[in-house]
């Protein structure tokens, strides 16, 4: 009797229980009024479970999209390419731009792994297919989704973050290259600021001859400038709050 009723209950519970992912999922999602984190859940999942994790396209979230979508913030969205650390440093320490992380699909999946598994409802946090294993894969299609979305609501003057210490801080296989530049459009953007951050050894900057793909990427009608920032200013602006955003570089 013991053994039945232990078996009963271990399977009533692990119906119950939620995973660690799922978890953590709801509880980011929260943090923001206005959604129903249930509903967003379930929008999500179908993206992915019971698929090959290969074979999940960048469509396969537009229903995730659609129950959250991205509101514009003009003047104030910050685009980045690896730079992430630098720009999150900042924006976590002063209010002056929003980046796809201040949203909430952004948030809640930032450093996320997830896939599914043909015929399984369950999400699995490992044995994923890594970022360039596979071309559709679960984790890479909702980043090149999610940051198309964000892309498509750009407006106004609009910040960009790219490295100066790599050869190449345009790249064109990167997702501000190839996904987030090309949705910018006149009608909507004034101008693309791009901020190159310096370090010590930097090897690139605003006179790097890659950034001529960028100007000749963008949508003829938004005005371009590129300002060479060092690192340690954008921290030393994040940490005082007397700066006025407009005055951090
Ligand atoms: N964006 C893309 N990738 C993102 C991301 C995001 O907001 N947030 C996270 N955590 N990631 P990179 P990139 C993860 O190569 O390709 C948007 C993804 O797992 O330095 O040019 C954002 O709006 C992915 O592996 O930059 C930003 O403007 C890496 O980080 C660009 O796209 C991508 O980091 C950045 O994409």
């Known amino acids: 009797v013991i053994v039945v009723l232990i078996v009963i209950s271990a399977v009533v519970f692990g119906l119950t229980l939620k995973s660690a992912f799922e978890s953590t999922f709801l509880s980011r999602c929260e943090k923001f009024d206005q959604y129903d984190c249930k509903k967003v859940w379930d929008a999500f999942q179908q993206a992915y479970v019971n698929k090959d994790p290969c074979k999940v396209p960048v469509e396969a979230y537009d229903p995730l999209i659609a129950a959250a979508p991205f509101k514009p913030q003009c003047n104030r969205m910050m685009?980045?390419?690896?730079?992430?650390?630098?720009?999150?440093?900042?924006?976590?320490?002063?209010?002056?731009?929003?980046?796809?992380e201040d949203t909430l699909l952004g948030s809640v999946l930032d450093g996320l792994t997830w896939c599914g598994k043909e015929g399984s409802k369950d999400t699995n946090t490992t044995g994923c297919p890594g970022w360039s294993d596979c071309e559709n894969n679960t984790v890479r299609s909702f980043w090149i989704r999610a940051s198309a979305a964000f892309a498509d609501v750009a407006c106004g003057n609009v910040t960009a973050m790219l490295?100066?210490?790599?050869?190449?801080?345009?790249?064109?296989?990167?997702?501000?290259a190839s996904v987030e530049v090309p949705r910018f459009i006149a009608s909507r953007v004034k101008n693309l600021n791009v901020v190159m951050v310096i370090q010590k050894n930097n090897i690139?900057?605003?006179?790097?001859?890659?950034?001529?793909?960028?100007?000749?990427?963008?949508?003829?009608?938004?005005?371009?400038?590129c300002k060479d920032v060092p690192e340690s200013q954008i921290q030393e602006c994040g940490a005082k709050p007397e700066i006025a955003c407009g005055d951090c570089w």
């Open 79 to 100: 685009f980045w390419s690896k730079t992430k650390d630098v720009v999150h440093g900042f924006t976590e320490k002063r209010d002056c731009f929003v980046t796809l």
């Open 163 to 176: 490295n100066g210490s790599i050869n190449t801080p345009f790249n064109p296989t990167s997702i501000f």
């Open 204 to 225: 690139s900057n605003c006179t790097d001859p890659y950034l001529k793909n960028l100007t000749q990427a963008l949508d003829k009608g938004i005005t371009y400038s």
